[in-house]
Every structure is written in C-alpha cells, then in structure tokens.
C-alpha cells in the first residue's frame, strides 16, 4: 500500500529538468500547459550537465545550453533556471537532484518533476529509480508520434505505477509518490530533429523560439565544423 502526504498547506515545486539541446517550442509548451493545468505559480528548469544514458555529452557547452534557455522563457517571470546538475562532476542523476532538493525545502514540500511520455515510460531505466517516487511526483505530458507511456512501460514500472496515478490538480497536495497525466497537445518537435535539421544545413524556424535560432546561428551551434 503507497502512502500519500496530503497536507493541504503544502509547498510545492514544479521542476522541469532535460538536456534543451537545444530548447525548442515543444519544451516552451509543456512548461506553459503545465503550469495551467497543475495551477502551478513557478516552474524551475535544471538542464542536465553529463545525461548519461545519451551515451555521449550534450552538443551544445552548458554555457550556450543555458543562454538559450534564458532566450526562450525570458517572457514567462514566473520560470527560472537552476543550473545546479551543470556544477556537479559525474553523470547527471535525477535522483541526487531530487535528494538534494528535498533537503532544501523538508519532508513535507510537494516536488513535482515535469517529463515527456516517452522519458516516463523508460522511468526504470533511470538510476535508483524507484526512490525516485520517495521524493518526487511526476506531471506526465503525452509525446505526439509516441505511443502511450503506459502502455509501453516495463512490467516492474506498471507494477511501481500502480495506485499512483491522480487528477493534475489533486498533485499539488501531494509531497512525492504521485503522478498525472496532463491533457497537453504540444508541437511534435524534438532536439535531435533540430540538430538534425541543422547538420543538413536546413532551416530550424517555427521549431524553436526565433531568438534561440538565431543565437544558434550567430554561435554555430551543431555545425559539424565548428566545436562548440
Ligand atoms: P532529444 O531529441 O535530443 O532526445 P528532446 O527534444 O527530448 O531531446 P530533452 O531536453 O531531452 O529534449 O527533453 C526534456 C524533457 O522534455 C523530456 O522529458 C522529454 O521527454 C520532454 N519533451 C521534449 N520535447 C517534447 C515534446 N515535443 N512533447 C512532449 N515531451 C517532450
């Protein structure tokens, strides 16, 4: 039997973490639709520095990865930037990032890690990642193109997810061991596609917010031929 915090009162954090390699329209849109539909006030954002199950370090430095972010949300005051996985040395592990956060704000702060259907249903391939559901809930935001996150999960991940599922605005009362799935339609856009695209030397506009893609051409971002 899972046991829920229900404390009313809560405190509650909306965390939003990823490699943004580059930011694009569909990260601008989950973080928007998220925050509607979790009634959330503020949403951090915390750019992995070495994800590891990529295999191979980010394209972009951490540098221009973050200035890119600060392009792209600098409208939204109510979203900040915390570049606390970009300091610590070693592979980026979700589960010290939450640890550390939970240390920060107590037991009793609702923690809430945004994520994309397809990174939710490979949960377990994550680092310790049943203590992932000991610190944090999870806002599920569906991936057009991907099939559902429940229906391709693993047997132990169904089995961990069971009980667990609850209404998006029922999560903000629940410190960690909660997850929703938002009704988010967001643009099928992806980094990789972005890279892609940039690699065949085409163009990247509407896929990303104007100013990023221009900074990744004024920088020569994910130019073969330039090391950046
Ligand atoms: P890549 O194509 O390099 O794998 P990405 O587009 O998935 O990158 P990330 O920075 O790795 O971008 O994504 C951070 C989080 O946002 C992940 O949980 C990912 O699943 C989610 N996400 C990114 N783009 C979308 C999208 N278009 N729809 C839903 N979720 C998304």
Known sequence: MVKFETDAGLKSFLLFGG????????????????????AASQLTILPAGNPY????????????????????FTGMAN????????????PTFTVDTLRELRQTHGDDAGLTWLIGGDAFARLDSWHQWPSLFTLANFAVVPRQGEPHPLITASAALTAHLADRQTEALALSQCAYGRYTLLAAIVPPVSSSYIRKQLKNHQSTRGLAPDGVC????QHKLYDPQENN
Do not use: C, W
């Open 19 to 38: 490699t943004f390699d580059p930011v694009h329209n569909g990260h601008l849109a989950m973080a928007t639709e998220a925050l509607v539909e979790l």
């Open 53 to 72: 199950q990529r295999g191979r370090l980010p394209l972009a430095s951490a540098m221009h990865r973050v200035e890119m972010l600060k392009m792209a």
């Open 79 to 90: 979203v900040s930037i915390d570049t606390r996985e970009l300091e610590r040395d070693g």
């Open 214 to 217: 221009d900074y990744i051409e």
